[in-house]
């Protein structure tokens, strides 16, 4: 059956971006007769709580998004990151890395530089293994890597240029996000993933994470951010803008899904509609490429 999730990380509240990628993934199942899931991404653990994990759940359901499936935690899989990892050291992929941040940092002058990513040079690539206990990288493979976004059309990129052999693992014992997002959505049939499109660009490095775990590649649909009215990025206080904010606004549950679902081309003008209206609207090829700016009133 194709499978559809929504994977926000609970650090926070969800903000309008957010919920208009968890309204795309959840049409694009629905549309195709498929599943939806939500999963928690808190493995990163200081920053994530589960209380704002709870409330994301309970902004989620108020627009009606919900799953008949239970959700899944990541906090709670340490067991399958780990016995990912032991796979990938017994295919001779991982090695330990000694860098320190500050290491990272004074490599800014990376001329291969895009949005903002630097790739990784690889200092530590030909060091020997040392165990699970050392901060963990994947040897990328050389080389372009074709993929084709829903939303953004054919790609081509060289993850090893682009991002670089990425750590997996920390010596904290904290599992980095590349490899909990792409066990997850092996482990849970996820056929489908929607994101902002601030993940395009690190694609590929987990598609070549997939192939060295084996994993089938989901299709990927990378949506355009929520701007300012003016189509500057959006500030600290209107960048938070979530579901309290909006009704707090005055903008009905019905107001945000019109405005969310003509924002993702299911209808001709922002007007009030139901969830449920949208479903036999939506399409890929309607999604426009590009951001989408709040709308004046709503600043
Ligand atoms: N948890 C990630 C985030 O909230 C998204 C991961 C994904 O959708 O692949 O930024």
């Known amino acids: 059956m194709t499978t559809g999730r929504f994977a926000p990380s609970p650090t926070g509240t969800l903000h309008l971006g957010n919920l208009r990628t968890a309204l795309a993934s959840w049409l694009s199942a629905k549309a195709r007769g498929g599943r939806w899931l939500i999963r928690m991404e808190d493995v990163d653990g200081p920053r994530c709580q589960r209380e704002s994990g709870e409330q994301q759940l309970r902004d989620l359901a108020a627009l009606g998004l919900e799953s008949g499936a239970s959700v899944v935690w990541q906090s709670g899989r340490s067991e399958a990151y780990g016995t990912a990892l032991q796979r990938l050291h017994g295919q001779d992929r991982l090695y330990p890395c000694h860098c320190t941040r500050k290491d990272l940092q004074s490599l800014a002058s990376a001329p291969h530089e895009e949005e903002g990513l630097r790739p990784y040079p690889g200092h530590c690539r030909t060091r020997p293994w040392e165990g699970f206990e050392a901060a963990l990288r994947l040897r990328l493979p ?19 240029g682009l991002t670089g052999d990425p750590l997996l693992f920390r010596r904290d014992g904290c599992i980095a996000y590349h490899l909990a997002v792409v066990v997850d959505d092996g482990f849970q049939g996820v056929d489908e993933v929607v994101r902002g499109a601030d993940l395009r660009s690190v694609t590929a490095t987990q598609i070549r994470l997939q192939e060295a775990l084996g994993l089938p590649r989901p299709a990927y649909a990378h949506l355009g951010l929520v701007t300012a009215p003016d189509g500057t990025r959006l500030g600290k206080r209107a960048g938070a803008l979530g579901l309290a904010a909006l009704q707090q606004r005055g903008i009905s549950t019905e107001e945000l899904i019109g405005w969310l679902g003509w924002s993702l081309g299911c209808l001709e003008r922002p007007e009030p509609c139901a969830l449920q209206e949208l479903v036999p609207r939506f399409g890929w090829m309607k999604v426009p490429r590009g951001n989408v700016a709040l709308p004046e009133t709503w600043a």
């Open 142 to 160: 050389e080389g372009p890597l074709d993929w084709v976004d829903l939303c953004l059309g054919s790609q081509s990129d060289n993850p090893a």
